[in-house]
């Protein structure tokens, strides 16, 4: 699966952003999908992802309740809708899928568990 992130850029402090994951190569409907971002001098954080069979969501508490992850089967895209930015928002933003993964919520969202990398794209909040 070859994946590519886009719709990064900069936003003021409280606006929103939408990011895209795009899938080629493979039928993205079989995949986990995860979002991550890194910030400069920071680890991957893992923020979100969502299940292949259910479609049941997981969020990082960093962005529980201002971010919504939600995919579409039938263009093979995922998407990060990001609302209320905050300037610690600021970061590169990767999405990744895994065939074999269920992401649970009582565990962290973990970049070993995911197989297939998109590149980042940049997401500058401020404030």
């Known amino acids: 699966v070859q994946l590519q992130a886009s719709g990064g850029g900069l936003v003021q402090g409280g606006g929103s952003l939408r990011l895209s994951c795009a899938a080629s190569?493979?039928?993205?409907?079989?995949?986990?999908i995860g979002w991550f971002r890194q910030a400069p001098g920071k680890e991957r954080e893992g923020i979100s992802c969502?299940?292949?069979?259910?479609?049941?969501?997981v969020y990082a508490t960093s962005v529980k309740g201002r971010f919504t992850i939600s995919r579409d089967n039938a263009k093979h895209l995922a998407f990060l809708q990001m609302n209320s930015l905050k300037p610690d928002d600021t970061a590169v933003y990767y999405c990744?899928?895994?065939?074999?993964?269920?992401?649970?919520?009582?565990?962290?969202?973990?970049?070993?568990?995911?197989?297939?990398w998109g590149q980042g794209t940049q997401v500058t909040v401020s404030s």
């Open positions: 990744a899928a895994d065939a074999d993964l269920y992401c649970d919520s009582e565990s962290e969202i973990s970049a070993r568990d995911f197989t297939f």
């Open positions: 190569g493979s039928d993205l409907n079989s995949h986990a």
């Open positions: 969502i299940n292949r069979s259910d479609g049941s969501t």
